[in-house]
């Protein structure tokens, strides 16, 4: 049709990963409370600095049995970060390749996103908790657009001489001060947290740290990394004996997930030696990097470390399938990591990608530099003429995902196309009470 809209419904449904029955409708009715780990890389967990582990805590959780853990999960941003992160979590869709997508189309789009999904069919009440000021890419104006119900911005917390750093309010106090919020709302609540204090420059005030004492390498943004995420960590542990004491942890499912990087390709020569990378491969080294923590705990869930390789994109579909609600006839781009049906060709922003056995890094149109994960070494395609056509292949599909994504949010296509069952947000709704509008 006119509109454009059928290419990615017809991609949509063909690139649909159906259900794990095992694991569809586990999470029914649960409160929802996602954690966004501001700039957390998957290298910190089980990482320890003179002995000691960086984060105790998410490494308990990361090994619970009642946490599904993924080992091989991937960030998708480009120039977004934590903009083109939420927007991947909540609506399905991809960040842009330039840019920001929420402050560029997050508040004029139409969307389809968790919260109002999960309201629509499940009931659900929403909130995001953050410590900076609410129009920060533009977020009081993307969320309604979301479906969220509330959003407890800067505004909503009280501030005193040493409560702020960087960006906003520490993350401990963000926590803490959210409870007399989170207390009030209706459940089944999805919520979202999303932390600050573990942000470049990673300046944390001595009277922060616990004792924790980091390493001595040459670079300070390096060494001041384990020293915020030690502190974030903290933060999570006490909000958790808080969820645990209230009985809120019975009742929800809690979601984790680093953004992105904390420390960018350029400050990697004074990291990888630390992790015992080779430095022959900086490139490499570089993909690798890119794995995030992405962590799913509920009381009596079976758990376990899984080794599929996914993406933010994948969040999603993953989550509605938890709580039972089918995500077939939804407009979004990724697939539920726990279907026997997941693909995993983990599209990166710029086109490079990750399978489970080659990092395939994009060089121009059609070229590509792949190395073994295995082994880590380049491997000449040149030599490898079967493999040369499915470096292309998959590559092509990349492609195809990332543009059908830049296509749908570019050109707003989602005012096209309403699922069954799905009434489209009106963001003037008198039910999405802004505390600071
Ligand atoms: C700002 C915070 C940081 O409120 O979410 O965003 P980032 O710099 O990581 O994109
Ligand atoms: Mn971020």
């Given at each position: 049709?006119?509109?454009?809209?059928?290419?990615?419904?017809?991609?949509?449904?063909?690139?649909?990963?159906?259900?794990?029955?095992?694991?569809?409708?586990v999470?029914?009715?649960?409160?929802?409370?996602?954690?966004?780990?501001?700039?957390?890389?998957?290298?910190?967990?089980?990482?320890?600095?003179?002995?000691?582990?960086?984060?105790?805590?998410?490494?308990?959780?990361?090994?619970?049995?009642?946490?599904?853990?993924?080992?091989?999960?991937?960030?998708?941003?480009?120039?977004?970060?934590?903009?083109?992160?939420?927007?991947?979590?909540?609506?399905?869709?991809?960040?842009?390749?330039?840019?920001?997508?929420?402050?560029?189309?997050?508040?004029?789009?139409?969307?389809?996103?968790?919260?109002?999904?999960?309201?629509?069919?499940?009931?659900?009440?929403?909130?995001?908790?953050?410590?900076?000021?609410?129009?920060?890419?533009?977020?009081?104006?993307?969320?309604?657009?979301?479906?969220?119900?509330?959003?407890?911005?800067?505004?909503?917390?009280?501030?005193?001489?040493?409560?702020?750093?960087?960006?906003?309010?520490?993350?401990?106090?963000?926590?803490?001060?959210?409870?007399?919020?989170?207390?009030?709302?209706?459940?089944?609540f999805?919520?979202?947290?999303?932390?600050?204090?573990?942000?470049?420059?990673?300046?944390?005030?001595?009277?922060?740290?616990?004792?924790?004492v980091?390493?001595?390498?040459?670079?300070?943004?390096?060494?001041?990394?384990?020293?915020?995420a030690?502190?974030?960590?903290?933060?999570?542990?006490?909000?958790?004996?808080?969820?645990?004491?209230?009985?809120?942890?019975?009742?929800?499912?809690?979601?984790?997930?680093?953004?992105h990087?904390?420390?960018?390709?350029?400050?990697?020569?004074?990291?990888?030696?630390?992790?015992?990378?080779?430095?022959?491969?900086?490139?490499?080294?570089?993909?690798?990097?890119?794995?995030?923590?992405f962590?799913?705990?509920?009381?009596?869930l079976?758990?376990?470390?899984?080794?599929?390789?996914?993406?933010?994109?994948?969040?999603?579909?993953?989550?509605?399938?938890?709580?039972?609600?089918?995500?077939?006839?939804?407009?979004?781009?990724?697939?539920?990591?726990?279907?026997?049906?997941?693909?995993?060709?983990?599209?990166?922003?710029?086109?490079?990608?990750?399978?489970?056995?080659?990092?395939?890094?994009?060089?121009?149109?059609?070229?590509?530099n792949?190395?073994?994960?295995?082994?880590?070494?380049?491997?000449?395609?040149?030599?490898?003429?079967?493999?040369?056509g499915?470096?292309?292949?998959?590559?092509?599909?990349?492609?195809?995902?990332?543009?059908?994504?830049?296509?749908?949010?570019?050109?707003?296509?989602?005012r096209?196309?309403?699922?069954?069952?799905?009434?489209?947000?009106?963001?003037?709704?008198?039910?999405?009470?802004?505390?600071?509008?």
């Amino acid at each position: 049709t006119a509109t454009g809209i059928d290419g990615p419904l017809n991609f949509q449904q063909a690139n649909y990963a159906m259900p794990n029955s095992k694991y569809f409708g586990v999470a029914r009715k649960k409160n929802i409370i996602v954690i966004h780990l501001e700039s957390f890389q998957q290298f910190l967990i089980n990482f320890k600095v003179n002995d000691q582990e960086v984060t105790p805590f998410l490494n308990s959780l990361y090994s619970n049995k009642n946490t599904l853990s993924y080992s091989n999960f991937f960030h998708q941003v480009g120039q977004g970060k934590t903009s083109d992160a939420e927007t991947m979590l909540e609506t399905g869709l991809f960040g842009l390749p330039e840019g920001s997508f929420f402050p560029q189309l997050g508040p004029s789009n139409t969307f389809q996103a968790a919260p109002a999904i999960l309201n629509q069919k499940q009931g659900y009440t929403s909130a995001v908790f953050h410590g900076n000021v609410g129009s920060f890419y533009s977020r009081n104006k993307v969320y309604p657009n979301f479906g969220y119900n509330y959003f407890f911005d800067q505004s909503s917390f009280n501030s005193s001489e040493n409560s702020d750093l960087g960006f906003g309010l520490k993350d401990k106090l963000m926590f803490a001060q959210s409870i007399k919020y989170l207390e009030q709302l209706q459940q089944p609540f999805y919520v979202k947290y999303i932390t600050l204090t573990n942000h470049y420059p990673f300046d944390l005030p001595i009277e922060d740290n616990d004792g924790f004492v980091t390493t001595q390498t040459n670079n300070n943004v390096v060494n001041n990394y384990f020293l915020t995420a030690h502190y974030l960590d903290n933060a999570l542990k006490e909000f958790f004996a808080y969820l645990k004491k209230s009985g809120l942890y019975k009742r929800s499912m809690i979601v984790l997930y680093g953004d992105h990087y904390g420390i960018s390709n350029d400050k990697n020569p004074d990291l990888t030696p630390l992790l015992g990378y080779s430095e022959s491969q900086p490139e490499f080294n570089n993909a690798k990097l890119q794995r995030v923590p992405f962590m799913i705990h509920v009381d009596g869930l079976k758990g376990g470390i899984k080794d599929t390789y996914g993406g933010e994109i994948d969040v999603l579909p993953t989550i509605l399938h938890l709580v039972g609600i089918d995500t077939k006839n939804y407009l979004q781009l990724g697939q539920d990591l726990l279907s026997k049906e997941h693909i995993q060709i983990v599209p990166f922003r710029d086109g490079s990608y990750m399978t489970s056995e080659y990092t395939v890094i994009k060089k121009g149109k059609k070229f590509y530099n792949v190395y073994s994960n295995s082994t880590g070494e380049q491997i000449d395609l040149a030599e490898n003429p079967v493999l040369s056509g499915n470096i292309k292949d998959w590559g092509k599909q990349v492609d195809q995902r990332l543009s059908i994504s830049d296509k749908i949010n570019n050109q707003n296509l989602l005012r096209f196309y309403t699922p069954d069952d799905f009434k489209p947000v009106d963001p003037n709704d008198d039910k999405y009470e802004y505390k600071d509008q």
